[in-house]
């Protein structure tokens, strides 16, 4: 019997976090500012532990590297996507991701770029992003970083719960207070910050800018992505797609509302699944697993078939092909 892949979270620290994954989602988390839960990591900064199953005890970057066949003998290196809440109690440095190309040459060895999207959870009223910029070309880009212009610089975008955000390589962006999302990306952690409200850290210097590396990196002029996001009704749900090829190489998106039973079959090599509101199960291979809020997990190769039942909203999401 293949089950599903649970996996055990792994909780950051940092200084913009708050504590709302305990008091939302109900996590015993650390003492502190906890910003971040890595919900389905293989990333050597974080990987989650597999809670369950023949696969037990491992981590899940191991378990890649040894245990092809619930992943459907994937070439990649490394597991390539990585899933977050992150807890916004305070605004988020002002920073862009490097592509694939310009992280393999600049960073250590195997770490990816970074495209990356948000579900938000929640935002307070009046809350906002930073997302993109204004300046015409990189000369102008360098010069207003530099003169830390940044009320001329950087662009202020309205968001509330329930929004989906595509955020390419390139993108100068920033969560700010009071938002919460669920953030599927691609298995990174190189940020390049531009600006950080000169906060200091817990040595009471100023943290580290990374200015070259973000002039380097920004797509200039700003693109905002052109989503396609439709819905459509199948069984008891309805299902939205956020993101997907061609818009997105490196995953796809959906969100699925629930109110019954939804019977699905594989789109892609393996799935994962972040139960974010209510509680149901999943039935597969002749057995069914609980599901409540805050529950991840993988759907892998070897389960052809699926059934959720309940009352639940969730965000899955699927690698991209491998080129």
Same mark, same amino acid.
């Given at each position: 019997?293949?089950?599903?892949?649970?996996?055990?979270?792994?909780?950051?620290?940092?200084?913009?976090?708050?504590?709302?994954?305990?008091?939302?989602?109900?996590?015993?988390?650390?003492?502190?500012?906890?910003?971040?839960?890595?919900?389905?990591? /293989?990333?050597?900064?974080?990987?989650?532990?597999?809670?369950?199953?023949?696969? +037990?005890?491992?981590?899940?970057?191991? $378990?890649?590297?040894?245990?092809?066949?619930?992943?459907?003998?994937?070439?990649?290196?490394?597991?390539?996507?990585?899933?977050?809440?992150?807890? $916004?109690?305070?605004?988020? =440095?002002?920073?862009?991701?490097?592509?694939?190309? *310009? $992280?393999? /040459?600049? @960073?250590?060895?195997?770490?990816?770029?970074?495209?990356?999207?948000? *579900?938000?959870?929640?935002?307070?009223?009046?809350?906002?992003?930073?997302?993109?910029?204004? /300046?015409?070309?990189?000369? &102008?880009? /360098?010069?207003?970083?530099?003169?830390?212009?940044?009320?001329?610089?950087?662009?202020?975008?309205?968001? +509330?719960?329930?929004?989906?955000?595509?955020?390419?390589?390139?993108?100068?962006?920033?969560?700010?207070?009071?938002?919460?999302?669920? @953030?599927?990306?691609?298995?990174?952690?190189?940020? *390049?910050?531009l600006y950080d409200y000169d906060r200091v850290g817990k040595d009471g210097k100023k943290r580290e800018l990374?200015?070259?590396?973000?002039?380097?990196?920004?797509?200039?002029?700003?693109?905002?992505? +052109?989503?396609?996001?439709?819905? @459509?009704?199948?069984?008891?749900?309805?299902?939205?797609?956020? %993101?997907?090829?061609?818009? =997105?190489?490196?995953?796809?998106?959906?969100?699925?509302?629930?109110?019954?039973?939804?019977?699905?079959?594989?789109?892609?090599?393996?799935?994962? %699944?972040?139960?974010?509101?209510?509680?149901?199960?999943? &039935? $597969?291979?002749?057995?069914?697993?609980?599901?409540?809020?805050?529950?991840?997990?993988?759907?892998?190769?070897?389960?052809? =078939?699926?059934?959720?039942?309940?009352?639940?909203?969730?965000?899955?999401?699927?690698?991209?092909?491998?080129?």
């Amino acid at each position: 019997m293949t089950e599903p892949i649970f996996l055990e979270p792994v909780f950051h620290e940092k200084i913009w976090g708050g504590r709302k994954l305990e008091t939302e989602f109900g996590y015993k988390i650390p003492d502190g500012k906890i910003g971040e839960l890595w919900a389905i990591s /293989a990333h050597p900064n974080g990987p989650d532990v597999i809670a369950n199953g023949p696969l +037990k005890g491992k981590t899940l970057d191991v $378990a890649w590297k040894e245990d092809q066949e619930y992943f459907g003998h994937q070439q990649a290196k490394v597991f390539p996507l990585l899933t977050k809440i992150l807890d $916004a109690n305070d605004s988020l =440095s002002v920073q862009v991701h490097p592509d694939d190309a *310009y $992280a393999a /040459a600049h @960073e250590r060895p195997g770490e990816l770029g970074k495209t990356e999207c948000w *579900y938000v959870i929640s935002a307070e009223p009046g809350s906002y992003l930073i997302y993109g910029h204004h /300046a015409k070309t990189r000369e &102008e880009l /360098a010069d207003m970083i530099h003169k830390g212009e940044w009320d001329k610089l950087l662009r202020k975008v309205p968001v +509330k719960t329930g929004d989906f955000v595509y955020v390419p390589s390139g993108t100068i962006h920033a969560l700010n207070k009071g938002i919460m999302v669920l @953030e599927t990306q691609q298995s990174s952690d190189t940020t *390049y910050r531009l600006y950080d409200y000169d906060r200091v850290g817990k040595d009471g210097k100023k943290r580290e800018l990374h200015l070259q590396q973000s002039i380097d990196t920004t797509t200039v002029p700003s693109q905002d992505p +052109k989503l396609n996001i439709t819905s @459509e009704k199948k069984d008891d749900a309805t299902i939205t797609t956020f %993101v997907t090829a061609p818009i =997105s190489k490196f995953f796809s998106v959906y969100k699925i509302d629930l109110d019954g039973k939804l019977t699905q079959t594989p789109t892609a090599p393996y799935t994962l %699944v972040s139960v974010l509101a209510g509680e149901g199960t999943i &039935e $597969a291979d002749g057995a069914s697993y609980p599901l409540k809020k805050g529950t991840h997990f993988i759907i892998p190769n070897q389960i052809k =078939s699926w059934t959720f039942t309940g009352k639940m909203m969730m965000i899955t999401s699927t690698p991209g092909q491998e080129e």
